[in-house]
């Protein structure tokens, strides 16, 4: 009997990574994550049986062992999901450039697990790619401007892999804008950011998980950016 082929979710240790792994074991899927650090929230994952695996994108070396990691942990893989994040101002750390940190997280690690799981992706008979953006790459950050550039050159990579793994692979993007808030955001903030989109809501992470269903099911869509922002583009 025929394994069932994994979904690896990179960055799912907390938020919306860990609500969308819980929600795909629901689905039953078997599901692989990586992680940078410990949460609390990984012995439920654990539990779960998720396969968790701590690796840090920072470098091409780790990379490259954590993809041989998932290669002994499976021989085929239905979705990669590259939801691992970096949330840095540019002057938040004035001892660093952030642009390499950035750039080995959003667009490095992508571009190298693409790569070197493509033969496990191909041994699922569908397959998916999906990379999570982020809706501020369509106007950039004054604050965030490597945060910005290497999103949205995790953006343009969809497109190239898209049209290099078709027909059998398919590549898309989710770029939301606020989904969900964080435990320090006081009601001020979060009513000016309600107030950025025309939909007036935070709407919490499953929105992520309903659009990441969209595009693992739909046959025909590929090469695609899905935008999650409420409508901020209209106001």
């Not at 992706?121 to 990379?131: E, F, G, M, N, T």
Request: hydrophobic fraction near 35%; glycine fraction near 6%; charged fraction near 20%.
């Amino acid at each position: 009997m025929q394994e069932t082929a994994s979904i690896l979710i990179t960055g799912a240790g907390q938020r919306i990574g860990f609500h969308c792994v819980k929600r795909l074991v629901t689905d039953g899927y078997p599901v692989i994550i990586s992680y940078r650090r410990e949460h609390e929230q990984l012995e439920q994952l654990t539990q779960l049986g998720v396969t968790c695996i701590q690796a840090d994108f920072s470098c091409e070396r780790s990379i490259l062992t954590f993809i041989e990691q998932v290669k002994n942990h499976t021989s085929s893989l239905r979705a990669i999901i590259h939801n691992a994040s970096a949330w840095q101002a540019d002057n938040e750390q004035p001892e660093q450039q952030p642009l390499s940190l950035l750039f080995h997280v959003h667009m490095l690690a992508p571009y190298m697990i693409n790569l070197g799981c493509e033969e496990l992706l191909r041994q699922s008979p569908i397959a998916d790619i999906v990379h999570i953006s982020d809706d501020v790459t369509r106007r950039g950050s004054r604050k965030r401007i490597a945060y910005s550039a290497t999103k949205a050159g995790m953006d343009n990579m969809t497109l190239s892999f898209a049209a290099r793994f078709a027909p059998h692979i398919k590549v898309n993007t989710i770029a939301p804008a606020l989904i969900m808030q964080h435990p320090d955001d006081d009601e001020q903030y979060l009513q000016q950011a309600k107030n950025k989109s025309v939909m007036q809501t935070i709407p919490g992470p499953d929105v992520v998980y309903q659009s990441l269903k969209f595009l693992l099911d739909c046959p025909y869509t590929t090469g695609t950016t899905l935008t999650l922002n409420g409508g901020r583009h209209l106001l």
